[in-house]
């Protein structure tokens, strides 16, 4: 997981935002288009680059005992949010709507 996270954090912040929100939080296109104010079509060319680029960071971790010789980004995703907290998800997933409405208040930390 930990390398995951390394290979998530090394985007930049509008390639790793689409992803975490389409893999992590499960948000469709039309969502993600409305949360972060960007026509449908940018957030499918944003998805499909931040695919590539974590699939030539990770290509070294599929090779790490299991045996494959590619990367499967969304698998390795769905894994990685399998690890996670689903309530910690869901206060990450709320906040980013708050925040985008102008209202972080409750948000802090």
Not at 72 to 81: G, H, I, M, N
């Amino acid at each position: 997981m930990r390398k995951i996270a390394q290979g998530l954090n090394a985007l930049e912040r509008s390639l790793r935002e689409v992803l975490v929100l389409r893999c992590v939080c499960g948000l469709d296109t039309e969502d993600l288009a409305w949360l972060l104010q960007r026509p449908g079509g940018e957030i499918v060319a944003l998805l499909a680059r931040a695919r590539r680029l974590l699939t030539k960071r990770l290509a070294g971790l599929a090779d790490e005992g299991r045996g494959t010789s590619g990367v499967d980004v969304r698998s390795l995703l769905a894994e990685f949010a399998a690890g996670l907290d689903r309530g910690w998800i869901a206060e990450v997933a709320d906040c980013a709507l708050d925040y985008l409405n102008g209202s972080a208040a409750g948000c802090e930390g």
